[in-house]
C-alpha cells in the first residue's frame, strides 16, 4: 500500500497557474459562465475570475492540458481571451 501512494506522489504535478485577459465580461453571470466552462477541461483545478481587471486566473496541471486550451475554452464561452505577458 504504501509504494502505492509513493507512486501516487510521485506523479503528482506543480500546479501551473495562468492568467487570462478576457473581453466582455459585465456581470456575476459572466464569471459563472467561465468558471463553468473552465470547470470541464481536464487538468483544471480552480479559477478566479475578476471582472474589474478582465482577468481569469486558472491553476491546472500542465501535463493535462494547455494555456491555449484554456484561452479557447474561455473564447469560445463568448469571452475573447488571450494569455497574458509572464515577463517584464
Known sequence: MVAILGLGMAHAATPTTAVLHAANMTCPSCSVTIKKALSRIAGVTSSKVDLKAETVTVTFDAD?????????????????????NHGG
Open 64 to 84: 493535462r492540458t494547455t494555456e491555449s486550451t484554456l484561452a479557447r475554452t474561455v473564447t469560445e464561452a463568448g469571452f475573447p481571451a488571450t494569455a497574458q
